[in-house]
């Protein structure tokens, strides 16, 4: 499996899953298990999640405009939507690279 390196100490110590819940630069981040400094996702995850997202909005609106609002019709907006987290999710996991969080903690 695949390790994502530490911004911080350069050590490969995230796996896939644990980058994808990361979070953006404003969330809190997750610890590196070896220097314990808290790293996120780049500027790449909130640029493709607002793409994804605003297509998503497009088609759900086009279909809630253009359709009778029929149960099939429901179904597929659903279905856009969770295929849009699952696009983020999936990017996140995958591609890009971690950085250091921007907030600032207490």
């Known amino acids: 499996m695949k390790r994502f390196t ?10 896939p899953l644990q ?5 953006s630069l404003r969330s809190r981040g997750k ?7 808290r790293c996120c996702n780049s500027m790449a995850s909130i640029y493709f999640s607002t793409v994804v997202s605003l297509i998503a909005f497009v088609s759900i609106m086009a279909i809630y ?5 029929s149960l099939p019709y ?3 907006m659903a279905a856009i939507i969770a295929g849009s987290l699952l696009l983020n999710f ?3 996991m995958f591609f890009g690279k971690l950085v250091q969080p921007i907030r600032i903690m207490n």
């Open 6 to 15: 530490c911004p911080h100490c350069g050590e490969p110590s995230f796996t």
């Open 74 to 76: 429901i179904l597929i």
């Open 65 to 69: 405009l253009l359709s009778d609002n």
């Open 90 to 92: 999936l990017f996140n």
């Open 19 to 23: 980058k994808a819940l990361a979070g």
């Open 31 to 37: 610890p590196c298990p070896h220097c314990g400094k």
